[in-house]
T-cell receptor, first 111, second 114 residues
Framework: QKEVEQDPGPLSVPEGAIVSLNCTYS??????FMWYRQYSRKGPELLMY????GNKEDGRFTAQVDKSSKYISLFIRDSQPSDSATYLC???????????FGAGTQVVVTP | EAEVAQSPRYKITEKSQAVAFWCDPI?????LYWYRQILGQGPELLVQ????????DSQLPKDRFSAERLKGVDSTLKIQPAELGDSAMYLC????????????FGSGTRLTVV
């Protein structure tokens, strides 16, 4: 079983809808949680970074971490066609920075 | 905006041949990472450098893969001999310190082994 599980999708939503993404994990030592966006043929770019449990909001993006359930979420409000990409969750146990990634969820926002 | 440079962008090689990838991190970034991303999967760490020293190469297949970061700046990842299963995107990333925050990824090298 993988340490980080993420539904690969694809997840198709109409423009303006809320996109809801999530990951589950098994290692309770994970402390730092991230969401990356990856466009086709590009490297991942950091969207959200959260330490420990709680919520974090940045513009249209909200990240939630529930360590008791080993569950993290990313919400994208007012989705745009430009949000069409693969979204990867990532997490790490320590400050050395080795990231464990989920498989990524492909999101398609249709006009 | 500062970027992590990688070359080549695409590489096709025959199995059993040698192949090399190059990465130039953001200036001043002490930590450099090589990740491998197989199609449909998330990236997996191959090797992590702190300056010129390897701090984690536990997932690097050392019988065929090698990595170096001479002078603690740019880095080269080599595969010899390449196998069909090595077909993947090879991503380089750098960060200013040892923390997970501030990772910047390059655009990657797409390797196809035929």
């Amino acid at each position: 079983q993988k340490e980080v599980e993420q539904d690969p999708g694809p997840l198709s939503v109409p423009e303006g809808a809320i996109v809801s993404l999530n990951c589950t994990y098994s290692n309770s030592a994970f402390q730092y949680f991230m969401w990356y966006r990856q466009y086709s043929r590009k490297g991942p770019e950091l969207l959200m970074y959260t330490y420990s449990s709680g919520n974090k909001e940045d513009g249209r993006f909200t990240a939630q971490v529930d360590k008791s359930s080993k569950y993290i979420s990313l919400f994208i409000r007012d989705s745009q066609p430009s949000d069409s990409a693969t979204y990867l969750c990532a997490m790490t146990t320590d400050s050395w920075g080795k990231l464990q990634f989920g498989a990524g969820t492909q999101v398609v926002v249709t006009p | 905006e500062a970027e992590v440079a990688q070359s080549p962008r695409y590489k096709i090689t025959e199995k059993s041949q040698a192949v090399a990838f190059w990465c130039d991190p953001i200036s001043g970034h002490a930590t450099l990472y090589w990740y491998r991303q197989i199609l449909g999967q998330g990236p997996e760490l191959l090797v992590q450098f702190q300056d010129e020293s390897v701090v984690d190469d536990s997932q690097l297949p050392k019988d065929r893969f090698s990595a170096e970061r001479l002078k603690g700046v740019d880095s080269t990842l080599k595969i010899q001999p390449a196998e069909l299963g090595d077909s993947a995107m090879y991503l380089c990333a750098s960060s200013p310190g040892t923390g997970a925050y501030g990772y910047t990824f390059g655009s990657g090298t797409r390797l196809t082994v035929v």
